[in-house]
């Protein structure tokens, strides 16, 4: 096959060549050796937290946000409250998708350059014992930002509260032990670190709360709990599954398991991290984070301060020589955001940096220093 354009974005990423060829067949969606699949799966995702006997997964048709809107649709009861943790647009979403469905929801804002605080949590949860829930995102891809999840785990723990995650962006690169950090739901999907194409989520939740969740959901289609009966009793998904997704999804597991899972694949991400941030620094460019909060997932950059530079044309001149870039998510700050995840490796990396670099000497961009540190 010839080589696709490169994905440095957080999702859709680039993808091996086994995983696309996984999808060149059509399964019957309740046919036994499409049913095998989705059980194999499921368990194999259960075994990545150390979830077995204690949380289910229930995987849901969508893209991410769909399965995040499960899941507070399924966990949190009509008269529930949410708090919402928001250092970002990813956090501004949860709190908006629990808004527009009628749960009382409560938004905690923080500032986008800092990791979500402990203490204010702690803070919130005292001030309002009608708090039920807690919505939190664990790698804030708006920034890059990683978020204290066990720390957030323990303070709802302490207090007695639901906890929902939104992992999309680190489950499976970054360590979450289920046996150590209580939650009630945690959210991911296939596009994302484990590298199969989009187009499903799944929630792990645990097996005391999705046993009390019957009737919660105001959504057929987003009841993960009709999901989870049905699937248990049938082995199939309840409306039409994503085929090729969850094949795909299957044969990424296969790779994600021979490269030797979660820590192989923080490895991988790590030393792509690095290498970015490296040769951008050669170039000039900075990155908006400091690096002690920053996960190996995706980079924010400052655009650079040079009167040539607009995203556009940049995102171009990159995009000519074979690399995806992502523009930024700050509403304060000319920012654009490199990823770091999907398919591939150091080579990679080099080869990116280096197209950037080409591609400020096509548009007579002298370095990549932004404005604040001129
Ligand atoms: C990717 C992502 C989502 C889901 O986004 P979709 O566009 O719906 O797939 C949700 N939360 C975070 C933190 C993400 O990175």
């Given at each position: 096959?010839p080589?696709?354009?490169?994905?440095?974005?957080p999702?859709?990423?680039?993808t091996?060549?086994?995983?696309?060829?996984?999808?060149?067949?059509?399964?019957?969606s309740?046919?036994?050796?499409?049913?095998a699949?989705t059980?194999e799966?499921r368990?194999?995702l259960l075994?990545?937290?150390h979830?077995e006997?204690t949380?289910?997964?229930?995987p849901?048709?969508?893209?991410?946000?769909?399965?995040?809107e499960?899941a507070?649709a399924?966990?949190?009861?009509?008269?529930?409250?949410v708090?919402?943790?928001?250092n970002g647009?990813?956090c501004?979403r949860l709190?908006?998708l629990a808004?527009l469905?009628g749960?009382q929801?409560?938004?905690?804002p923080?500032?986008?350059?800092?990791?979500?605080?402990v203490?204010?949590?702690?803070?919130?949860?005292?001030?309002d014992?009608?708090?039920?829930?807690?919505g939190?995102?664990?790698?804030?891809?708006g920034t890059g930002v990683v978020?204290?999840?066990q720390?957030?785990?323990?303070?709802?723990a302490?207090?007695?509260?639901?906890?929902?995650?939104?992992a999309?962006?680190?489950?499976?690169?970054?360590?979450?032990?289920?046996r150590?950090?209580?939650?009630?739901?945690?959210?991911a999907?296939?596009?994302?670190?484990?590298?199969?194409?989009?187009?499903?989520?799944f929630v792990?939740?645990?097996?005391?709360?999705?046993?009390?969740?019957?009737?919660n959901?105001?959504?057929?289609?987003?009841?993960?709990?009709?999901q989870?009966?049905?699937?248990?009793?049938?082995g199939q998904w309840?409306?039409t599954?994503?085929?090729?997704?969850?094949a795909?999804l299957?044969e990424?597991m296969?790779q994600?398991?021979?490269?030797?899972g979660?820590?192989a694949?923080?490895?991988?991400?790590?030393?792509?991290y690095?290498?970015?941030?490296?040769?951008?620094?050669a170039?000039?460019?900075?990155?908006?984070l400091?690096p002690?909060?920053?996960?190996?997932i995706?980079?924010t950059f400052?655009?650079?301060?040079?009167?040539?530079?607009?995203f556009?044309?940049f995102y171009e001149?990159?995009?000519?020589r074979g690399?995806i870039?992502?523009?930024?998510?700050?509403?304060?700050?000319e920012?654009?955001?490199?990823?770091?995840?999907?398919?591939?490796g150091?080579d990679?990396?080099?080869?990116?940096?280096?197209?950037?670099?080409?591609?400020?000497?096509?548009?007579?961009?002298?370095?990549?220093?932004?404005?604040l540190s001129?």
């Amino acid at each position: 096959m010839p080589r696709d354009v490169i994905l440095l974005t957080p999702g859709p990423l680039t993808t091996t060549e086994r995983t696309k060829r996984a999808m060149l067949r059509d399964w019957g969606s309740w046919d036994s050796s499409f049913i095998a699949i989705t059980a194999e799966l499921r368990a194999q995702l259960l075994a990545i937290v150390h979830g077995e006997g204690t949380h289910v997964v229930v995987p849901l048709q969508g893209s991410g946000t769909f399965s995040v809107e499960a899941a507070v649709a399924t966990i949190v009861p009509k008269h529930g409250h949410v708090l919402v943790l928001d250092n970002g647009a990813y956090c501004k979403r949860l709190g908006k998708l629990a808004t527009l469905m009628g749960r009382q929801t409560t938004i905690l804002p923080h500032a986008e350059d800092a990791p979500v605080s402990v203490q204010a949590l702690e803070a919130a949860l005292k001030a309002d014992a009608s708090i039920s829930h807690v919505g939190f995102i664990h790698c804030e891809t708006g920034t890059g930002v990683v978020n204290p999840l066990q720390a957030v785990a323990d303070v709802c723990a302490k207090h007695g509260k639901g906890l929902i995650v939104d992992a999309m962006s680190s489950f499976a690169a970054l360590p979450i032990d289920a046996r150590e950090v209580k939650f009630d739901a945690l959210v991911a999907a296939s596009g994302k670190c484990l590298e199969g194409v989009p187009g499903m989520g799944f929630v792990f939740i645990r097996n005391d709360v999705i046993a009390g969740a019957a009737g919660n959901s105001h959504s057929l289609a987003m009841d993960l709990h009709d999901q989870h009966v049905y699937m248990e009793k049938t082995g199939q998904w309840r409306f039409t599954p994503p085929t090729h997704v969850v094949a795909a999804l299957a044969e990424a597991m296969r790779q994600f398991v021979e490269e030797g899972g979660q820590p192989a694949r923080l490895a991988r991400y790590t030393a792509n991290y690095e290498a970015l941030v490296g040769g951008m620094k050669a170039l000039g460019f900075e990155p908006f984070l400091d690096p002690a909060i920053q996960a190996p997932i995706i980079v924010t950059f400052h655009a650079p301060a040079d009167p040539n530079y607009s995203f556009r044309p940049f995102y171009e001149a990159v995009r000519a020589r074979g690399f995806i870039l992502y523009p930024g998510k700050l509403t304060e700050l000319e920012t654009f955001r490199v990823g770091c995840i999907g398919a591939i490796g150091l080579d990679v990396m080099g080869e990116a940096v280096a197209a950037v670099a080409e591609a400020m000497r096509e548009l007579g961009i002298a370095r990549g220093t932004p404005s604040l540190s001129s």
